[in-house]
């Protein structure tokens, strides 16, 4: 009996300090959200913002690639990824491709499933490519 005491009272403890770490933490989300709500997605800054390719893409040697074309549209839309919108608009057109947009903001477009060795998709957050494929 001695021990099954001992036993209960570990237990006591044991469900008294997962019960305050979850307070804890609830608290800590709460404050979290709260200060995050306050301050707002108008001060969200990114430390890159770049205008020119990235020169850190190299072409897939990948046996299976459709067209010599398709390997250079892929760097090329390697390269674009955290520019500007605008930049790579202007720079994959300038290169002869064709741009499409995906998605812009959370909102995401009908795309037709045709393929075309030319075209880049553009996944654009904030005035930002964060995701581009070709396609």
Not at 29 to 49: E, K, N, P, R
Not at 58 to 69: N, S
Not at 108 to 118: K, M, N, S, V, W
Request: hydrophobic fraction near 45%; charge should be negative.
């Amino acid at each position: 009996m001695f021990v099954a005491g001992r036993f209960d009272s570990l237990e006591t403890m044991r469900n008294k300090a997962a019960v305050a770490t979850a307070v804890i933490g609830l608290f800590v989300a709460v404050v979290a959200f709260l200060l995050g709500f306050i301050s707002g997605a108008d001060s969200a800054t990114v430390s890159i913002v770049r205008d020119t390719p990235s020169e850190n893409c190299y072409p897939d040697t990948q046996g299976e690639q459709f067209t010599e074309k398709h390997v250079a549209t892929k760097v090329l839309a390697c390269e674009v990824m955290g520019m500007t919108k605008q930049a790579a608009i202007d720079y994959l057109e300038a290169e002869g491709r064709t741009v499409r947009i995906a998605s812009e903001d959370g909102e995401y477009f009908a795309l037709t499933e045709d393929y075309r060795d030319d075209r880049v998709n553009l996944e654009i957050l904030v005035g930002l490519v964060v995701g581009a494929s070709a396609w």
